[in-house]
């Protein structure tokens, strides 16, 4: 984790401040793990069948009360570009559906972050608009996807 901490992708596209400061990845554990007592957080490692750490995924908000979780997911940098990230919010999203019985599933997905944008359509979720100037950090700000899939949605296709 201390390594997608520092990587320029993962700095560049999600909520991680640049450069990280000291003790951010020890704070953003202890948020998760609070998260996981409280039931509106989830974190998982994801690792490959020879235990390399391939990255995460994530229920970035779960809100139990009206069934929507808003998810997110990371893919290490050695690993890209090989159809994981898919794979991974495809798995994540079946965890969604079954485990937590959300009835919507958001993400939010940076327009450039076009690797991010085709695993949430291969794993089946629909593009409902873009957020302009939505997403502000350390002063900048950007356009945000919005990305949603529904119990009722067709499941991707294999």
């Given at each position: 984790m201390e390594k997608l901490a520092i990587d320029e992708g993962v700095l560049a596209f999600t909520?991680?401040?640049s450069p990280p400061e000291p003790g951010f990845?020890?704070?953003w554990y202890a948020r998760y793990q609070k998260g996981r007592i409280e039931g509106n957080k989830e974190a998982f490692a994801v690792l490959d069948d020879a235990d390399q750490f391939l990255g995460v995924a994530l229920a970035v908000d779960i809100n139990r009360e009206e069934a929507e979780v808003e998810l997110g997911y990371i893919v290490a940098p050695a690993v890209r570009g090989r159809g994981i990230a898919g794979e991974?919010?495809?798995k994540l999203t079946d965890w969604t559906?079954?485990?937590l019985g959300a009835q919507r599933i958001t993400l939010y997905i940076d327009v450039a972050n076009a690797g991010s944008s085709g695993a949430a359509a291969n794993?089946?979720?629909q593009l409902e608009g873009v957020l302009?100037?939505?997403y502000h950090k350390q002063g900048l700000r950007?356009?945000?996807q919005v990305w949603s899939r529904l119990p009722s949605d067709p499941a991707p296709l294999p």
């Open positions: 909520r991680f401040p990845i020890d704070a991974l919010l495809r559906f079954a485990e794993a089946g979720y302009r100037s939505a950007s356009d945000t």
